[in-house]
């Protein structure tokens, strides 16, 4: 089955500091998707982005399919981020999607 | 952008009753997703839906689950007789199409099985 890695396990930084997170995944992805988990458990989508480069506010996202790795790059953190970013992959097998997770990366951003 | 609703948002309930979780997709979507995410495990896909039908399921899709929208009313996912072991929080999605398509995710139902 599709295994998807996530890097590092956890994180912590200063307010203001940038954070790289990253996902590797076994299989090829035809759809990658970057998910953030607030301390309280719900969701929230933040890009869907199979290949090349998306950004959306502070958050930008590099996926290399070939290689099979994701990044997410957040810019100018906040004690608002922390929280747990999930990478989730589906890979066209013939069936309908499936999103495949990653036990996500903890931030932690302090004041 | 789109949103999914779940009603409700946490639900208490004896070990052996049924319980029905609602999903309300986003409008136009078309395929429909439960997943299933124990406490401080990794979240876990549990079955996806189209026209009206069971596409795929995993082995935690127990045969205590089912899943219907009758009528293109609520997607609902039902548990009967529920374990002590589906505790957890249960995510319904929905998306347009069914390959490459972008999921939508709801706020969760978190389960508590006494």
């Known amino acids: 089955g599709q295994q998807v890695q996530q890097s590092p396990a956890s994180l912590v930084l200063q307010e203001g500091e940038n954070a790289e997170l990253q996902c590797n995944f076994s299989?090829?992805?035809?759809?990658l998707q970057w998910f953030y988990q607030s301390p309280g458990g719900s969701l929230v989508s933040l890009l869907s982005?199979?290949?090349g480069t998306k950004h959306t506010g502070r958050l930008t996202s590099t996926t290399v399919t070939k290689e099979r790795r994701s990044s997410l790059h957040i810019s100018s953190s906040q004690t608002t981020d922390s929280g747990t970013y999930l990478c989730?992959?589906?890979?066209?097998?013939?069936?309908?999607?499936?999103?495949?997770f990653g036990a996500g990366t903890r931030l932690a951003v302090c004041p | 952008g789109p949103k999914v609703l779940q009603i409700p948002s946490h639900q208490i309930i004896d070990m052996g009753q049924m319980v029905t979780l609602n999903c309300d997709p986003v409008?136009?979507?078309?395929?429909f997703y439960w997943y299933k995410q124990i406490l401080g495990q990794q979240m876990e896909f549990l079955v996806n839906?189209?026209?009206?039908?069971?596409?795929?399921k995993s082995k935690l899709f127990k045969d205590q689950f089912s899943v219907e929208r009758p009528d293109g009313s609520y997607f609902t996912l039902k548990i009967q007789p529920t374990a002590l072991e589906d505790s957890a929080v249960y995510f319904c999605?929905?998306?347009?199409?069914?390959?490459?398509?972008?999921?939508?995710f709801g706020p969760g139902t978190r389960l508590t099985v006494l």
């Open positions: 999605a929905s998306s347009f199409g069914g390959n490459y398509a972008e999921q939508f």
């Open positions: 299989s090829t992805a035809t759809q």
């Open positions: 982005n199979p290949s």
């Open positions: 989730a992959i589906d890979k066209l097998s013939g069936s309908f999607n499936k999103l495949t």
């Open positions: 409008s136009n979507h078309l395929y």
């Open positions: 839906f189209y026209n009206g039908k069971v596409m795929e």
